[in-house]
């Protein structure tokens, strides 16, 4: 949130995608503590003047009603280290990105790499340096704009 801040306008977005919750090694018990999360998310932000923006369905799909909104933006994304679903899901919005011409950055969020970066040489000293970093203070004089956002389903409405 801080670097995305400090780069302009600020659209807190948090995609719901039924594809993922649907997958095998998902659970209701995890959609219920992920989706208390998304809720203190969201209380989060109207605490300092933003509003968490949801939509339900595949990512890319939701970036493309965007882009329809908003002729230009670019995508500030935390690194998901989930499973070979959300690995898939993030190379087809990379790829989204790169055919639009939207600018689109991971930023590290626990010091587990994937990709060509994923190798156990190194490891170790890589997740000291980035756990040594001093933890960035959340902003309060970020400019936020809103769009118009969907409820959190309910488990039954994800299957």
């Not at 190379?91 to 989204?96: A, I």
């Not at 011409?101 to 590290?108: L, P």
């Amino acid at each position: 949130m801080a670097r995305a801040a400090a780069r302009g306008p600020v659209l807190p977005l948090y995609s719901v995608e039924p594809g993922y919750w649907a997958a095998a090694d998902t659970s209701y018990r995890q959609w219920l503590f992920h989706r208390a999360s998304v809720e203190d998310l969201a209380d989060q932000l109207r605490a300092i003047g933003g509003q968490l923006c949801v939509r339900v369905g595949d990512a890319v799909d939701a970036f493309q009603a965007l882009r329809k909104q908003f002729d230009e933006f670019s995508i500030l994304s935390h690194q998901e280290t989930g499973n070979a679903w959300t690995y898939r899901r993030d190379k087809e919005v990379r790829t989204w990105c790169r055919d639009q011409g939207v600018a689109f950055e991971e930023v590290m969020q626990f010091g587990v790499w994937r990709g060509k970066d994923a190798h156990r040489t190194g490891w170790a000293k890589r997740w000291d340096i980035m756990m040594a970093e001093p933890q960035t203070e959340v902003p309060h004089d970020v400019q936020f704009i809103t769009a118009e956002g969907q409820a959190l389903p309910s488990p039954e409405a994800l299957g």
